[in-house]
């Protein structure tokens, strides 16, 4: 246990700095948490170090994880060293009007846009990493590519028992028909929130027929690839890389009257979305959504709960597992389009919560 001011040294993936090297991370002050990174995973989220998000370097990357409290800082009441917790980009501070509104989870308290626009400092205006006698940045309030990582007490969720409350993003209706245009891990993660909500027909649309296995396997009656369709393929190609006009289509693909268009995932920059006024005219809603409409530090360990209780399953959506030291490989199969992994620091290969593996993803 570490003293609030000390230093441990740890194996941390920075970006634009040195690659896989050893860090500094410090508790430094109040309402701060050490959190050994036990668990962690990937996604095409990191693809920041491409420029297609904003971040400032050099950084240490990566915002999903599940670990145990190392240290605390002053102040800190909601966690203590050795409970299991969950590092989460979106603080939650329970107490502004955001936070106490039920359909709110961006918090007001503190500045959602320092975690997602990558201005790479805690709450306090301080990074907590340095390399070589140098700082590195924080990425998205987490950067949970590390050993060991140093978080604000409102962004970390303590695993609990309580179930969680009905909430969903799309409010998906019992016997609805839901599609979900690709078949990543947030895709397949979407089919089974329709499939718990009650869709009787769920579609997935992928350029990838190789998803469709694990598409099927959560529940989707139907997946079709666009290669099958009559367009030319360069237009195929295109839209289903990231083009707005994907986007447009899917969202126009809903029931004209009182379907429900979501756009969830990290957008490209500079895309704009343009329709016909008349579909929304007729009732239908178009609508986006961050972390699922959920608040991070309550709904997190609900949804575990869920896990636990075997309401959906993580195995189906977890491709490859890796050591930490392996984190360039694992990192390389998105590239490569594999669908999702998971990284398991070398110090803890069997990851347990509860008495059950966690991939948290």
């Known amino acids: 246990l570490r003293r609030a001011g000390s230093t441990l040294h740890c194996g941390t993936w920075a970006s634009h700095c040195c690659g896989f090297s050893c860090c500094g991370a410090q508790v430094l002050g109040a309402q701060a948490s050490v959190v050994v990174a036990c668990s962690l995973g990937s996604c095409g989220s990191r693809h920041m170090t491409k420029g297609a998000i904003v971040s400032k370097f050099p950084v240490t990357v990566g915002h999903e994880a599940t670990g145990v409290v190392e240290s605390i800082g002053e102040g800190v009441t909601m966690v203590k060293p050795g409970v299991t917790v969950i ?10 009007k955001a936070c106490r509104d039920p359909d709110g989870n961006l918090c007001v308290t503190f500045d959602v846009s320092n975690s997602i626009t990558g201005h790479g400092v805690l709450a306090d205006g301080t990074t907590r990493f340095t390399c070589r006698g140098k700082p590195v940045y924080h990425f998205m309030s987490t950067s949970t590519f590390t050993e ?19 909430k969903v993003s799309s409010r998906v209706t019992r016997g609805s028909t839901c599609v979900a245009f690709g078949l990543g891990r947030v895709g397949l993660l979407v089919i089974m ?14 350029l990838n027929k190789d998803k469709f296995e694990k598409a099927v396997a959560v529940r989707a009656i139907k997946c079709i ?68 409409g959920w608040e991070s530090r309550d709904d997190v360990p609900k949804l575990v709960t869920d896990f636990l209780e075997k309401k959906f399953d993580l195995d189906q959506v977890t491709t490859h597992v890796f050591p930490f030291k392996q984190i360039n490989e694992a990192w390389g199969c998105i590239y490569l389009f594999k669908l ?17 593996r966690v991939a948290l993803l």
Do not use: W
């Open 225 to 292: 690839s666009p290669k099958d369709s009559t367009k030319p393929i360069n237009e195929v190609l295109s839209e289903m890389t990231g083009e707005a006009s994907l986007v447009i289509d899917a969202l126009a693909s809903c029931s004209m009257n009182y379907g429900v268009g979501v756009v969830v995932g990290a957008p490209l920059s500079a895309k704009m979305l343009t329709y016909d006024p008349v579909l929304l005219c007729a009732g239908c809603t178009r609508k986006g959504c961050v972390f699922g």
């Open 148 to 166: 060991y990582t140093v978080v604000d007490e409102t962004s970390v969720a303590k695993i609990d028992d309580e179930a969680h409350p009905e």
């Open 340 to 356: 999702v992994f998971l990284v398991s620091s070398d110090k803890y290969p069997e990851v347990e919560l509860l008495g059950h």
């Open 87 to 96: 590092p989460v980009f979106l603080p939650q501070c329970r107490e502004c």
């Open 193 to 206: 929130g329709c499939k718990s909500a009650g869709a009787s027909r769920i579609i997935g649309i992928d």
